[in-house]
């Protein structure tokens, strides 16, 4: 088997997507269709991945600006993380209550997925068949026939299918329920009522706090000082989230998801940021209706039985049957997934906004400085710099994102005093000496000085100096200053899905460097050394990462601390510093220091896809009643009640022609999806047996 790669362009496609087959028996259609096969179970779609790089830095002279900063870095981090599982872990727990009602499923879907398929192959013997029919029919068909339960229980009561009837056998899907987004996700499809469930769950999720429409969502001011700072909190989050207030239209959902966040924040008991799915639920309402909600049933069964039936028996299946239904499915439920994207997008843009707020305050509750450089803003007590990138990706395809920011930060700060003097020395001219009178008599030259009166033509152009020139002169040191500072932040990463898509390992190089040198200053004074931005230039990170399917880490992080020793202040005049000597009495000065603190963050999500359902999900093997005892069998002893006596023995079945033609499964299941797509009444589809689809073939 060959492959040849053909692409529209003038360069080769990779990876090339036409496959020639070489066979040493031209025309042998089996292995043809037995290539195809295996080539339908390797194409499978992959699954994507939304990948998000974060890094906050911060440099500041204060310890415990720094210390506060690493400290709320950390626990945001392991915070934010935690209410992300949580998301999963609460919707798990009320559809989980929600589904111990016997009521709750749609019935004829439940037990298609979830009962285990047993073939009963006895026949009864037919009058006038050969010696030759009759021996055949021995050894093709069981002697011993399975026995209905005792009424009121049913064969589904058992775990198997009426009779008639096939069924898939993931048994474990709906019982015990596990915690994980595909699992949750298929349990509310298969819901009689799926809208009513869902809203349950996001209510658990989200739990009962109000919406807030406006600011006053963060309460009034009151004597209690806590109280004052939440309040202060919400609205400084509030505008840094940029929310309409009043929103002019009907809110969109991410402004619907931050409201609810604040609320939750606020105005909930216990108070708690709580990740708000209302994106979720408004697509969820779109698509769990009545007339729609059997499209995404019918996808889910029909993909389900493919995947079997690539597994349970690998030579036979229909290869475009199993990509098709792959392909359908990843359709069907791509946009609920996008929508939970949406809401943990803006759940991650609420932890940013109050990022921002937590530094700020750290940051005043830090500073030292006194209260002529607070007033000027000399001397600020740290630099804060924050960057975020998002890339999305399929599983497996190496990626890379890089984004530049040139900012232009005012820098000015308030002149000197040695500038402002030397400004109006400057502006003022040498002063006007009396201009001398000479007259001259034959040789004898004689000057006369005129130390009264009025003053020459020549003197009167030299007047005073300006006032207007001088104000000018110092207003010249109060122009504003601008630092400009290039960013960059570059994020290469090649993830790797592991089975079922909970997890991914993630091959990282995250890069936040400066895209140039260092500041560039203009405006008054720009050469001046005493400008300075104190920052961490460069931070690159190159590792690789396992991760859960929905996860906030800490990748990397950077501390750091820059010392530099400095000489007495001088005591004794003339208060200068003599060379090579130095003072003999002054006041020791404290070191120079300057913290840095740099911390790269990644948010990974794992969008699942039709293949990462079914590889989390396990089925039982079809079985086909074989037993020496003719007659009637049960299930387990006791199951048929006291008259049937024998218990059934069973095998594997290892073909589908195990059965013949008398049960077309295929057939079945063409049957089944469409009545799922059409029919979501909760007993419908009970119609549906082996004799319709014998019919409809």
């Known amino acids: 088997m060959a492959s040849v790669a053909v692409a529209a362009g003038t360069g080769e496609q990779t990876p090339p997507d036409l496959l020639l087959y070489s066979d040493t028996n031209p025309g042998d259609d089996a292995q043809i269709a037995e290539r195809n096969r295996v080539i339908a179970q390797l194409d499978l779609p992959r699954p994507e991945m939304i990948l998000t790089a974060w890094v906050t830095q911060n440099s500041s002279a204060s310890p415990q600006a720094i210390g506060a900063f690493n400290n709320m870095v950390k626990g945001l981090v392991a915070d934010y993380d935690q209410e992300f599982e949580q998301v999963v872990l609460k919707g798990w727990r009320s559809v989980k209550e929600q589904s111990a009602n016997p009521s709750y499923f749609n019935e004829p879907l439940r037990s298609y997925i979830a009962d285990r398929f047993v073939a009963d192959t006895s026949q009864d013997r037919k009058a006038g068949s050969s010696v030759q029919e009759l021996a055949q029919a021995f050894l093709d068909h069981s002697q011993a026939k399975l026995a209905d339960p005792v009424y009121p229980k049913k064969r589904t009561d058992l775990g198997i299918c009426e009779s008639g009837r096939y069924c898939l056998g993931y048994n474990s899907l709906f019982d015990p329920l596990k915690p994980a987004l595909t699992d949750v996700l298929l349990t509310l499809i298969a819901a009689q009522d ?103 049933r019918a996808a889910i069964a ?77 001397d600020k007590p740290s630099f804060f710099n924050d960057g975020l990138v998002t890339v999305r990706t399929i599983s497996g395809q190496a990626t890379s994102v890089s984004t530049t920011s040139q900012s232009f930060l005012n820098g000015s700060t308030a002149p000197e005093l040695a500038n402002v003097l030397s400004s109006i020395a400057g502006a003022a001219p040498a002063a006007a000496s009396p201009a001398p009178t000479t007259a001259s008599t034959g040789t004898t030259t004689t000057t006369t000085t005129t130390t009264g009166g009025s003053a020459p033509a020549s003197a009167a152009s030299a007047a005073p100096p300006s006032t207007l020139g001088a104000i000018s002169n110092i207003l010249a040191n109060y122009q504003t200053t601008y630092v ?166 069973f095998r594997k079945m290892f073909s589908l022609g195990d059965i013949g033609n008398q049960q077309p499964i295929g057939e079945f299941n063409k049957e089944m999806t469409r009545c799922f797509a059409t029919d979501t009444s909760a007993d419908g589809c009970k119609r549906v047996s082996f004799d319709n689809a014998l019919e409809s073939r």
């Open 484 to 649: 400009q500072i290039g960013r960059q932040l570059s994020f290469s990463a090649t993830p790797r899905s592991l089975a079922t898509a909970s997890s991914a390992e993630i091959a990282v190089t995250l890069n936040a460097d400066e895209s140039a040198g260092g500041p560039v200053y203009t405006g008054a004074n720009a050469t001046d050394p005493a400008f300075n931005t104190s920052r961490v230039a460069n931070h690159d990170t190159t590792t690789r990462v396992r991760v859960d399917s929905i996860k906030l880490f800490e990748v990397s992080s950077f501390s750091a601390i820059v010392e530099r020793s400095r000489s007495r202040f001088p005591l004794l005049p003339p208060f200068v510093e003599i060379p090579y000597i130095g003072t003999f009495a002054g006041i020791p000065l404290g070191a120079a220091k300057e913290f840095h603190s740099s911390t790269a963050i990644i948010s990974a999500y794992v969008v699942p896809t039709a293949a990462d359902i079914a590889y989390g999900l396990r089925f039982v093997s079809d079985l086909v009643v074989d037993s020496l005892k003719p007659g009637p069998c049960s299930f387990y002893k006791g199951a048929a009640g006291p008259d049937v006596a024998n218990t059934c023995v």
């Open 302 to 378: 029909d993909f389900l039985f493919n995947y079997k039936m690539s597994v349970h028996y690998p030579h036979e299946f229909v290869p475009y049957d199993l990509t098709q239904s792959a392909n359908a499915l990843n359709n069907a439920l791509s946009p609920l997934i996008d929508a939970f994207n949406r809401d943990l997008w803006s759940y991650q843009m609420f932890v940013r906004a109050d990022m921002q707020y937590r530094v700020e305050q750290l940051n005043s509750r830090t500073d030292d400085r006194c209260c002529v450089k607070r007033l000027f803003g000399l």
């Open 194 to 296: 799926p809208i009513v469930v869902t809203d349950t769950a996001i209510e658990a999720v989200q739990g009962t706090a109000a919406f807030g429409a406006d600011e006053g969502i963060c309460g009034e001011p009151g004597p209690n000082e806590t109280q004052n700072e939440a309040r202060k909190r919400c609205r400084v989050v509030w505008r840094n989230l940029d929310i309409v207030s009043p929103p002019p239209q009907q809110p969109n959902c991410e402004q619907l998801d931050f409201r609810g966040i604040l609320g939750s924040l606020f105005n909930a008991q216990p108070p708690e940021p709580r990740v708000h799915l209302e994106c979720f639920k408004q697509q969820a309402h779109l698509l769990f209706g009545p007339k729609s909600v059997g499209l995404l």
